[in-house]
């Protein structure tokens, strides 16, 4: 059966936050005495205050009852119910922070876009949507619920690309460079799956503070040492977000692992972990999971020259005035009017300066919707007007050509990897920003 946490991370990958589902009532949980067959008793009180909102005791226990049941079905030991419920509590004080923000910044998430989400999830994982409703039966979780969840997930993806890409530039030299690097590296076209410990450390910390991190990702590696498993030691120890799911970081290129970590992983075999190595935001424990071949192919696909008009759905025109609008400019087009023209006079997207015209537009370039509705037409048609993310657009194809793209190709996936090599720190540094710079008061003893 697929489990609702691999619709989250279908979408969202490791942005996505363990626990994101929820259950309608509170089982009492204690270190000593949990059952799934307990109780179930409706108690609630405040665990801490995250700026001007609060966490509650159910939210932490709902959160609580999911881990443990995700830890059970993967065979996971178990850490100690009280470093669980404090990891946990984190992860809800690290969500509640960013839910927070994307609303400072004005951020939202539309039904419309929700639904499209939804509706790719399914897809993805082959299932109708009679089928995916029989799936949230089946984990305890109403559709209204999961909605929820989805467009907090929506949410923080889309603050963190806000918030990332801004950050993370990466240039032609250095794209050069990695090609050359890679040219002349025995092991360019290998990729490693790996599963990581991180024991975080902030810039605000001083130096017995950073010591105290370092010695906990001592224990950590000790307790690696001593047989215990690498996902039990990960629950237990590690500050990332994919911490409850072993620390797996999925297939990675050596490039896009980073050099201090590289240089370690060329020397070992699958099974094997690294020491504890420090970087600027923290302690790290590497474990080499697999390794294998990349293979090297010529790629040739059919790229699409497209031209299209975008009226945006805001706060200023509603979804009704948007549609209306691109149903005149339509109109207009099929009266005569030229299209580029109307692209210019009306468009909302920053292509409008140039008629619309979007260039060459290779697949996996736009949103699916788009894309789906692109590829339907006929060198020299017009679509119907088309709802995406975006808004409502009208397309245009101009021409269609078959294309070797496998130089082109070679150095988007080198400044991908690049890209995801920078993005990996300055997520976490950011992330830790977000939560010194936020007022956190614990209400319950011992946290």
């Keep these: 059966?697929?489990?609702?946490?691999?619709?989250?991370?279908?979408?969202?990958?490791?942005?996505?936050?363990?626990?994101?589902?929820?259950?309608?009532?509170?089982?009492?949980?204690?270190?000593?005495?949990?059952?799934?067959?307990?109780?179930?008793?409706?108690?609630?009180?405040?665990?801490?205050?995250?700026?001007?909102?609060?966490?509650?005791?159910?939210?932490?226990?709902?959160?609580?009852?999911?881990?443990?049941?995700?830890?059970?079905?993967?065979?996971?030991?178990?850490?100690?119910?009280?470093?669980?419920?404090?990891?946990?509590?984190?992860?809800?004080?690290?969500?509640?922070?960013?839910?927070?923000?994307?609303?400072?910044?004005?951020?939202?998430?539309?039904?419309?876009?929700?639904?499209q989400t939804l509706r790719r999830i399914v897809q993805d994982n082959h299932l109708t949507m009679d089928e995916f409703r029989q799936v949230l039966l089946q984990e305890g979780t109403n559709l209204s619920l999961f909605r929820d969840e989805i467009r907090d997930e929506i949410l923080m993806s889309r603050l963190k690309e806000q918030e990332i890409n801004s950050r993370v530039n990466v240039t032609e030299s250095e794209i050069?460079?990695?090609?050359?690097?890679?040219?002349?590296?025995?092991?360019?076209?290998?990729?490693?799956?790996?599963?990581?410990?991180?024991?975080?450390?902030?810039?605000?910390?001083?130096?017995?503070?950073?010591?105290?991190?370092?010695?906990?990702?001592?224990?950590?590696?000790?307790?690696?040492?001593?047989?215990?498993?690498?996902?039990?030691?990960?629950?237990?120890y590690s500050d990332a977000t994919d911490a409850m799911q072993g620390g797996e970081l999925g297939w990675r290129p050596l490039g896009q692992i980073g050099s201090p970590f590289a240089e370690l992983l060329l020397q070992m075999q699958p099974g094997e972990i690294t020491p504890v190595v420090r970087s600027p935001i923290g302690f790290h424990i590497l474990k080499l999971l697999e390794r294998r071949q990349q293979e090297k192919s010529v790629t040739i696909i059919e790229q699409t020259h497209a031209q299209h008009i975008l009226i945006k759905v805001s706060e200023i025109i509603s979804e009704e005035d948007a549609h209306q609008l691109i149903d005149q400019i339509m109109e207009r087009?099929?009266?005569?009017?030229?299209?580029?023209?109307?692209?210019?006079?009306?468009?909302?997207?920053?292509?409008?300066?140039?008629?619309?015209?979007?260039?060459?537009?290779?697949?996996?370039?736009?949103?699916?919707?788009f894309e789906q509705a692109m590829n339907a037409l006929l060198p020299g048609q017009i679509s119907q007007p088309v709802r995406t993310s975006f808004g409502w657009h009208l397309i245009k194809v101009i021409e269609r050509r078959s294309q070797d793209v496998s130089e082109q190709k070679q150095r988007e996936t080198a400044r991908k990897t690049i890209h995801a090599r920078k993005a990996d720190a300055v997520t976490q540094e950011w992330l830790q920003q977000l939560r010194d710079q936020a007022y956190v008061e614990y209400k319950v003893e011992g946290i």
Excluded: C
Excluded at 185 to 193: F, G, I, Q
Excluded at 340 to 353: G, I, L, P
């Design 1 to 115: 059966m697929i489990r609702l946490s691999q619709f989250i991370q279908s979408k969202f990958g490791k942005f996505a936050l363990i626990g994101a589902f929820t259950t309608m009532w509170v089982v009492n949980i204690s270190a000593q005495n949990f059952h799934p067959g307990n109780d179930i008793k409706p108690i609630d009180r405040i665990v801490a205050v995250v700026n001007e909102e609060v966490i509650t005791q159910q939210e932490t226990n709902e959160l609580l009852q999911n881990t443990i049941q995700q830890l059970q079905k993967q065979n996971i030991q178990l850490p100690s119910m009280e470093v669980l419920e404090k990891q946990l509590l984190e992860r809800l004080i690290i969500k509640r922070i960013q839910l927070q923000r994307a609303k400072e910044v004005g951020l939202s998430v539309s039904d419309n876009d929700l639904d």
């Design 176 to 236: 050069d460079n990695f090609l050359e690097n890679q040219a002349n590296s025995p092991a360019a076209n290998e990729e490693y799956r790996i599963a990581h410990i991180l024991v975080q450390t902030s810039e605000q910390m001083d130096e017995a503070q950073i010591d105290t991190r370092h010695k906990r990702a001592e224990a950590a590696y000790e307790d690696l040492r001593q047989g215990i498993s690498f996902a039990q030691v990960s629950a237990e």
């Design 333 to 369: 087009i099929h009266n005569g009017a030229d299209f580029m023209e109307m692209a210019k006079a009306h468009s909302e997207d920053a292509s409008a300066s140039a008629g619309g015209d979007l260039g060459w537009v290779s697949p996996g370039d736009t949103v699916p919707e």
